[in-house]
């Protein structure tokens, strides 16, 4: 019994994955939100990752650093989850490079040290009262920049941090020595 549960617990791990991949290529739901969004100005988005924009593959919000918390443990397919919303968010230049790469370079152990890649990212969404406020215009499922009576852009994004820590490589914490923390996981 304690063999098929492991087994359940692995497997919808791994589909979670898997549904991960396969949504950062969705062309459908890509497609649908740059329809939604193609009338705003995305270079007035501060910092050039617009929640609004990603595909919400995890709550930014359990993860913005305020308190840790057993709700907020990044763990492998977790820590994977921001880095692929984080990178899908992007309005602009992509952050870093390919997911999958990244994730391959991160999982190669060297003995008994246990890598550590962190990320920590400020970034933008449009404001809850933004509508209400005229921040923004909302027609015919698409969202407008607005402007005041003189032209004026009206500021519709707030901004949030998101931050996340985990070991991708796979050891057994008895045999961890050391811990690295290699600049090329760090975002």
């Not at 290529?25 to 617009?50: I, Y």
């Not at 913005?64 to 057993?70: C, K, N, P, Q, S």
């Not at 921040?135 to 005041?148: A, G, R």
Request: aromatic share 14%; charged share 25%; glycine share 6%.
């Amino acid at each position: 019994m304690k063999k098929l549960i492991f087994f359940l617990v692995l497997y919808f791990a791994g589909m979670t994955v898997l549904s991960a991949q396969n949504i950062e290529d969705n062309v459908a739901v890509r497609d649908a939100l740059d329809k939604m969004l193609e009338h705003l100005d995305k270079t007035k988005v501060p910092t050039g990752l617009l929640r609004d924009y990603a595909f919400d593959l995890v709550d930014f919000d359990r993860y913005d650093g305020a308190a840790l918390t057993d709700s907020n443990y990044v763990q492998r397919t977790t820590f994977e989850c921001l880095l692929r919303s984080i990178r899908s968010s992007a309005v602009g230049v992509k952050p870093f490079g390919d997911v999958n790469a990244i994730l391959d370079d991160m999982s190669r152990g060297n003995g008994n040290t246990l890598n550590i890649g962190l990320l920590l990212f400020k970034y933008n969404y449009i404001r809850e009262d933004a509508l209400d406020n005229n921040l923004i215009k909302y027609e015919n499922d698409k969202v407008y920049d607005s402007y005041d009576s003189g032209g004026n852009w009206k500021n519709p994004y707030a901004e949030k941090h998101v931050i996340g820590f985990s070991s991708y490589n796979l050891a057994s914490l008895s045999s961890v020595t050391s811990f690295s923390f290699p600049s090329d996981f760090i975002f």
